[in-house]
T-cell receptor
Framework: KAGVTQTPRYLIKTRGQQVTLSCSPI?????VSWYQQTPGQGLQFLFE???????NKGNFPGRFSGRQFSNSRSEMNVSTLELGDSALYLC????????????????FGPGTRLTVL | AQRVTQPEKLLSVFKGAPVELKCNYS??????LFWYVQYSRQRLQLLLR??SRESIKGFTADLNKGETSFHLKKPFAQEEDSAMYYC?????????FGAGTRLAVHP
């Protein structure tokens, strides 16, 4: 099976702009999670989607939003970009478990490197 | 609140030496704990999970609920083990990562 893919791989934006990142999970995986990775804060959970519904959200401002489509592909959007949003954004998918709840392994994509100037 | 602590940012050892990467956690329920590894220029990948009780690439980790620890161990380090290691806890529908420990194995 193909792994988790993320597009674009690199992105440069300026402050105040907005950005949309895309994630395609492994075929058959219905759960998609997003993480922000920075040198200072490490890996931080943004949100998780399952069957087009946001199931959990991390401690990020409302400028960070996401959605999931019926084919399980997911997008995350960051509006009014700030310098501190520069980071590697990782997407991960995992296989379905009992009633859609699973603590099974998360498979990570290569990430999108966002630079805000 | 759930939290994962990896006290060492960098662990530097020589090839053949034993390795122990420390991880402590805070969680009110029964934790699901994982070790993820990120080799240079590769994506983050699962190394092992506590419920599997497996040994992967010679690494093992034992969950100690009394000490709330999940330390990663390997008896003899190899140069190819050099990477960033993250301890993670799954709870309340999210994966919480520690800050990570960089393992550098010198020849």
């Amino acid at each position: 099976k193909a792994g988790v893919t993320q597009t674009p791989r690199y992105l440069i934006k300026t402050r105040g702009q907005q950005v949309t990142l895309s994630c395609s999970p492994i075929s058959g995986h219905r759960s998609v999670s997003w993480y922000q990775q920075t040198p200072g804060q490490g890996l931080q959970f943004l949100f998780e989607y399952f069957s087009e519904t946001q199931r959990n959200k991390g401690n990020f401002p409302g400028r960070f939003s996401g959605r999931q489509f019926s084919n399980s592909r997911s997008e995350m959007n960051v509006s009014t970009l700030e310098l501190g949003d520069s980071a590697l954004y990782l997407c991960a998918s995992r296989p379905p478990g009992l009633a859609g709840l699973s603590t099974d392994t998360q498979y990570f994509g290569p990430g999108t490197r966002l630079t805000v100037l | 609140a759930q939290r994962v602590t990896q006290p060492e940012k960098l662990l530097s050892v020589f090839k053949g030496a034993p390795v122990e990467l420390k991880c402590n956690y805070s969680y009110s329920g029964s934790p699901e704990l994982f070790w993820y590894v990120q080799y240079s220029r590769q994506r983050l990948q699962l190394l092992l999970r506590h419920i599997s009780r497996e040994s992967i690439k010679g690494f093992t980790a034992d969950l100690n609920k009394g000490e709330t620890s999940f330390h990663l161990k390997k008896p003899f380090a190899q140069e190819e083990d050099s990477a960033m290691y993250y301890c993670a806890l799954y709870g309340y529908n999210k994966l919480i990562f520690g800050a990570g420990t960089r393992l550098a194995v010198h020849p």
